[in-house]
């Protein structure tokens, strides 16, 4: 009964300004644990970062799991900002495919 | 025979460091010129303007003539540096396609 053991939807990883091999290690840790697949997400700036996180999982650390990229989708989402405006944001997931 | 008519490999535009709009507009302009696909690409720290002008051009300035993504893809490239140095940037490609 712990407050951490919320199961993360569909093994998801949010981008955001953490150290970047914060993420690539969640990205390890989450196919370690058994997931056949992981979502690796982000909106607006960190959508590069997303992507550099997918590709060195992917091509520095998993190379002996074959891991592929199942899926790449961008899309829309609004947001609102400090100021109470709502503004459109991007969003991007790519799909990482154990298998 | 203007130095300028080399067509542009599949109708391409390459996301840099110029203004936004100019990005967007390019994308409007060739499937004005009958474009059946438009490729919007980018690397490293360009990819998220990349999903922006994709995402722009198509649900604010395309919205009347049936644009969809029809793929985005993500991949490596090898680059050599300022000090020659060869390092991996990461690339994104979104595929647009009319009707």
């Known amino acids: 009964m712990t407050g951490e053991t919320r199961k993360s939807e569909e093994n998801s990883i949010f981008i955001g300004g953490k150290p970047f091999m914060n993420y690539v290690t969640g ?5 370690g644990n058994g997931a056949k697949e992981v979502v690796v997400k982000a909106r607006g700036k960190f959508i590069s970062k997303c992507v550099d996180v997918a590709e060195v999982a992917r091509r520095k650390f998993l190379t002996d799991q074959n891991v592929s990229v199942k899926e790449v989708k961008i899309g829309s989402e609004e947001f609102e900002n400090k100021e109470g405006k709502l ?6 997931e790519v799909v990482l495919k154990k298998g």
Chains 1, 2 share one sequence.
């Open 27 to 31: 990205v390890i840790v989450q196919f």
């Open 87 to 92: 503004i459109n944001v991007s969003i991007l």
